[in-house]
């Protein structure tokens, strides 16, 4: 089975930071990576697929980068609406399998 | 608009069972593999089955393999979940999902169905 290493597992920041979570595949998943928002009692939101498309409707300030083994979203400048936590996802192959998730939480 | 709405949760006994449905609308329910994710009280994210569009193959995740089953009935546009020998850590909300094969990751999702594991 494929492990995805999410990190940090929290962190705290402030509106207008940059922030940027990692998530590492125990093996090659080549860019088979989402990223997912998910905020208090709401179904988890893509906002990245194949490591760094742009999910339609989502604002530019997220980005995703990576292939391999190693992937990064980033968060260019911190807006109260992105308080919440992110996954990641591998689909390479079965199990599927998500990071731990990272809680963004306000400084 | 996309829709995906689960039903079927509710409190049940461990070694009990449980059938949830997704009733889904606003797409070709046909053309798409599904998923089901759940997510117990406070924890992660976790894969527990996917079905192709004609529900001839199916896999799962080692956690349910053997007391799951996942199903679609295309014509009614839903996709289930036969949940059996239910334990403890069965316990979550179990979100339907639809899986977008282009981009290799899901896309849409249900609000979830809480099934809670308790005698």
């Known amino acids: 089975d494929i492990q995805m290493t999410q990190s940090p597992f929290s962190l705290s920041a402030s509106v207008g930071d940059r922030v940027t979570i990692t998530c590492r595949a125990s093996?090659?998943?080549?860019?088979?990576l989402a990223w997912y928002q998910q905020k208090p009692g709401k179904a988890p939101q893509r906002l990245i697929y194949l490591a760094s498309n742009l999910q339609s409707g989502v604002p530019s300030r997220f980005s995703g980068s990576g292939s391999g083994s190693e992937f990064t979203l980033t968060i260019s400048s911190l807006l109260p609406e992105d308080f919440a936590t992110y996954y990641c996802l591998q689909h390479n192959s079965y199990p599927v399998t998500f990071g731990g998730g990272t809680k963004v939480e306000i400084k | 608009e996309v829709q995906l709405v689960e039903s079927g949760g509710g409190l049940v006994q461990p070694g009990g069972s449980l059938r949830l449905t997704c009733a889904t609308s606003?797409?070709?329910?046909?053309?798409?593999?599904m998923s089901w994710v759940r997510q117990a009280p406070g924890k992660g994210l976790e894969w527990v089955a996917n079905i192709k569009q004609d529900g001839s193959v199916q896999f799962y995740a080692d956690s349910v393999e053997g007391r799951f089953t996942v199903s679609r009935d295309n014509g009614k546009s839903s996709l289930y979940l036969q949940m059996n020998s239910l334990r403890a850590e069965d316990t979550a909300v179990y979100h339907c999902?639809?899986?977008?094969?282009?981009?290799?990751?899901?896309?849409?999702w249900g609000q979830g169905t809480l099934v809670t594991v308790s005698s």
């Open positions: 999902v639809r899986y977008d094969s282009g981009a290799q990751s899901t896309d849409y």
């Open positions: 093996q090659d998943i080549r860019n088979h």
């Open positions: 606003g797409f070709t329910f046909s053309y798409y593999w």
